[in-house]
């Protein structure tokens, strides 16, 4: 593996593993050391093939496929099942696993309304729960929640989606004070708009206006937000907790005036 082994001797367990985003985190930070265990629910293939990919370039990794995280037991199998694989430890848990439906808000369904609360939110509260429980018991850990710009900024039909991710960073900094006296750590990344295969074709409108309003002139890339996670769940952040860090090249800093 290449990498500075900032994360040498962790374990690591990353939500969603199956997709894009996902995948760039766990190489990124089993590139860094980590062993990595894989959650998926569905794209098992997908997230097989990431973890081969791993194993090719010297790193440790597991699939833990199923596990429905809309379902409060089924987070703290998963944790417990990461944990077990790992040893019996867990240093580090990325809360990646989400979904951003698009939808208006007349119309909407108060079920529609929490199926998107449920998968993005109420999946982090258990997982990080389960998570902290063992952390505390191995002297420590940290965890990070993938969230979003739009916490901060709303899209139009993204109304449930940026509820969630706005209440997944405040979630953060709550849990950050409550399990730092256990040396847990929790913080957030928030993605700007991430490459994948075929976005251009799909929103070429939508591309175009992200290029024009970053400092950077491009789209994200999975791997920035790997580098992200790597960071802090690595020694070198191990005084930032409670903290929100917004990766989109600067789009945030456009004026809107």
Known sequence: MTGHGLLTGQVALVT???????RGIALRLAEEGAAVALHCRTAVTSA??????????????VVLAGADLTDED??????????????????????NAGVQPVQELPGMTAAE????LDTNVTSVFACTQAAAEL???????????????EARLPAPAHA??????????????????????????????SPGLID?????????EGVTRWRRATATGRLGRPEDIGDACAWLASPLASWVTGHDLVV???ASARPTW
Not at 74 to 95: P, S, Y
Not at 113 to 116: D, G, S
Request: with cysteine.
């Open 48 to 61: 097989a093939e990431t973890a081969a990919r791993i194993k090719e370039s010297g790193g440790e990794a």
């Open 135 to 149: 952390m505390r018991e191995n002297g420590g850990g940290s965890v990070t929640h993938i969230a979003s710009v």
């Open 196 to 204: 994948r295969e075929g976005l251009e074709e799909d929103w070429p």
């Open 113 to 116: 309304w929490r199926a998107v």
């Open 16 to 22: 969603g593993a199956g997709g894009g985003l996902g």
């Open 248 to 250: 989109d090249g600067g």
């Open 160 to 189: 449930h989606y940026c509820a969630s991710k706005a209440a997944v960073v405040m979630h953060a900094r709550s849990a950050a004070l409550e399990y730092g006296p256990w040396g847990v750590r929790v913080n957030t990344v």
């Open 74 to 95: 089924a987070c703290r199998g998963l944790v417990a099942q990461a944990a077990e694989w790992g040893g019996g430890r867990l240093t580090a848990l990325v809360n």
